[in-house]
Every structure is written in C-alpha cells, then in structure tokens.
C-alpha cells in the first residue's frame, strides 16, 4: 500500500493507493503550523489515521509539491507554501512513518498519474499542463518523465512569455504564470473591466460564467488566456513534441470559453511540420486522483 501525497498551497492531500486505485483519502490544511516540522507531525498523523481506519500498512510515500527536488527530496524557495526555507520533507515523513518517503515537483507528478493511469496511457511522448493558482508542467520524453538535474525539467510556467511584463510570484517579469493562471486570468479582467461583482468570488468561475453568456469583456479575457497559452504550447512542442498534450486543473474544465480559442490559437501558431500531429484533451482522471495517483507512482522513479 502507497501513500501518495500532493501538496497544496492551502490544503494538502493524501490517499492510500494499492494497484492504481485510491483506497482511502483524508486531507490536512497546509497552512496554520508553526513551522515545517509541526506540518510534517500533522501530514504523519493523518497519514497513521488512514492506516488504522483501513486496517493496512503503508509500505512507502510518495509526495508531489511544488518545486519538488526529486533528487534532494525537498520543496525548494516554493513561493506560494508558507516556509521561506527549503524543507526537506522526503526525509521528515520518512523519519516519522520509517518507510521510503519519494518527493517530486508537483506538476510532472500530475503528468505520472496521467501517462500511467488517464489520457496519456500508451503515449511514448506526452506534455501535462496544470492549470490553477499556478502553471505547472510535466514532460513524458520517449517513455520516460523529464527530471533534470534539478528534478523540476519542463517548467513552462516560467517560460517569459512577454518580456518586461507582469510580476510572476517567482521575482520576474512576464512569465507565463503571470497570464495563464487564476490570478493572471482575474488581473487579465480586471484590466479590461474592472466590475467587482465578477471578482467578488475566488477563482475564475463567475468569469467563465460570463464568457458562457456573452459578456464581451470575459469572453475577450479567456481569449486573451487562450492566445497566451497557444504561444506557449506552441513553443513547447517546437522543443520536445509530444504525441498529446492534456490539460489538467479547474480552469481547463471551463469548457469551450477556453479550449475553443486555445486549439485555433495553437494550431496557427505551431511549427507546419506539427499541424494536425497532436491533439489538446482533458485530463481523464478526477481532479485530486491524477495528482495523488501519480505522487504514488513517484515512488517506482530512481532518484
């Protein structure tokens, strides 16, 4: 029995995994601890809970965060966790469970759970974007995920996309992130109209809502995002072409406000040799599964 873990900013996720099914599930917040070590107590509690409330052992962790270290096992300088350190996490919840804990960026975990279990199952060559509070990315090369030496290959969230342009959480200018992204989606409105009823809410529903209607300055902002993240994809492909790419996370599930601009966008804009070679799918796997399923596989990579 795996437990796979995926770290959010607010709320952290765990489920026991046997065979590529979730068993079992519980979450914790990831904030209001004191400190790291207070959060890894809290992460090997609701770990202990699961194990008894299944009547099981846990065998080994794996753990998708973001800027995940698969090499070092820890979250690195992660911008939107509450720690302005780096916390080696692998080795904390390893020490407090005694099993093999693996930790990975959270993104390619996400493109593990879909290449072996959702829409990129029998792919030699895959791209996984996940679309949410950020932008993250993973890379399947030829049969197997990209890690660099950093263990965090493919970040195409913080590919410049417009150079001088707006400030990424990361400290730059005009990355991709800062555009294609739930904050980069509400600045986006709120630059074109800036009406309070629409941003009253977290998230960018009550946006798409609008775009599904008609309102002009919604529909003109999820154009904006498609045309942003066609740039970007494009581009992608031009470096490491992939047989599919899927998109994963709430905003890819807003239907055709986004994904029908998207694929004219990227299909304009891509190289004549890739035109009508790969298409744009939505992840096939329930929203908190890919990230869990493939935090559980993260735990069959060598490091």
């Known amino acids: 029995m795996i437990l ?36 890894a107590d ?25 800027n995940g270290d698969h090499h070092a096992g820890s979250i690195v300088q992660a911008p939107n966790m509450p720690w302005d350190h780096d916390v080696p996490l692998a080795a904390m919840l390893a020490q407090r469970m005694a099993v ?10 996400a493109a593990l759970g879909e290449w072996r279990y959702g829409a990129g199952q029998g792919m030699r060559d895959l791209l996984v974007v996940t679309l949410g509070t950020g932008l993250g ?12 030496p950093f263990g965090n290959a493919g970040e195409l969230g913080h590919v410049i996309l417009v150079p001088e342009g707006r ?4 400290g730059r200018r005009g990355c991709m992130e800062a555009y ?24 960018v529903l009550n946006i798409a809502q609008a775009a599904a209607k008609g309102d002009g300055h919604a529909v003109e902002t999820f154009e904006r ?15 490491v072409p992939p047989q599919r790419i899927v998109l994963f996370g709430g905003i890819a599930r807003n239907g055709d406000v ?43 990579l060598n490091s």
């Open 167 to 170: 400030l990424c959480t990361c």
């Open 137 to 148: 990315s993973g890379l399947i090369v030829d049969g197997r995920l990209l890690l660099g």
């Open 100 to 109: 093999p804990c693996t930790l990975g960026n959270d993104a390619n975990a």
């Open 225 to 239: 995002t498609a045309y942003w993240l066609a740039i970007g994809l494009a581009n992608a492909v031009a470096l």
């Open 42 to 66: 809290a992460l090997a509690q609701a770990a202990r809970e699961l194990e008894h409330s299944s009547a099981t052992r846990i065998t080994s962790i794996g753990i998708g965060a973001p």
């Open 4 to 39: 796979g873990i995926d770290i959010g900013g607010t709320t952290s996720k765990l489920a026991l995994v046997e065979g590529g099914h979730v068993m079992a599930r519980s979450r914790i917040p990831t904030v209001g601890h004191a400190d790291a070590d207070a959060f």
């Open 258 to 300: 986004l994904l029908g601009p998207l694929r004219t966008y990227f299909e304009q804009h891509l190289l004549n040799i890739h035109k009508g070679a790969l298409d744009i799918v939505l992840s096939a796997l329930p929203e908190d599964d890919a990230a869990l399923l493939g935090a559980a596989a993260l735990t069959t």
């Open 180 to 203: 294609v992204s739930i904050r980069g989606i509400r600045q986006t409105y709120q630059e074109l109209a800036p009406d309070p009823a629409l941003l009253k809410e977290d998230g």
